[in-house]
């Protein structure tokens, strides 16, 4: 007798066995993936959102590397003018680089998945 029987109207099938054990843990596996993509999916938005809203303080940062004042606020930290407990990250020659190029570096990334992605 075939696992599938039509039912009274002619044309819904309707399961007649018992699933089996690999149908059981494909789905138990696919509701695993379900529940990681979910929530990766959801971190991601979130962080996208904090990222995008952080770029704004990435141009400023990177205006101000290549302005006067970076220079002159540079020069009157190289005197000692500035304080000493005064935290100075922005004006260590790096800092700033470093940022601009990690974010140039995951610009790129997120286009190459986003690409990947897309063309699926």
């Known amino acids: 007798m075939d696992d599938l029987h039509t039912s009274a109207q002619g044309h819904t099938p309707r399961l007649t066995a018992e699933p089996s054990q690999g149908g059981i843990v494909r789905i138990q596996e696919m509701e695993r993936r379900l529940e990681e993509a979910t929530t990766a999916v959801g971190l991601m938005e979130k962080a996208l959102e904090r990222y995008e809203a952080a770029q704004e303080a990435v141009e400023r940062l990177a205006d101000y590397l290549d302005s006067e004042e970076w220079r002159r606020d540079f020069a009157d930290d190289e005197k000692g003018l500035l304080p000493q407990d005064l935290k100075r990250g922005v004006l260590s020659e ?9 974010n140039r570096d ?11 992605i897309l063309t699926k």
């Open 94 to 102: 790096d800092g700033i680089w470093n940022l601009l190029e990690n």
């Open 106 to 116: 995951l610009a790129s990334r997120m286009q190459e998945i986003a690409d990947k």
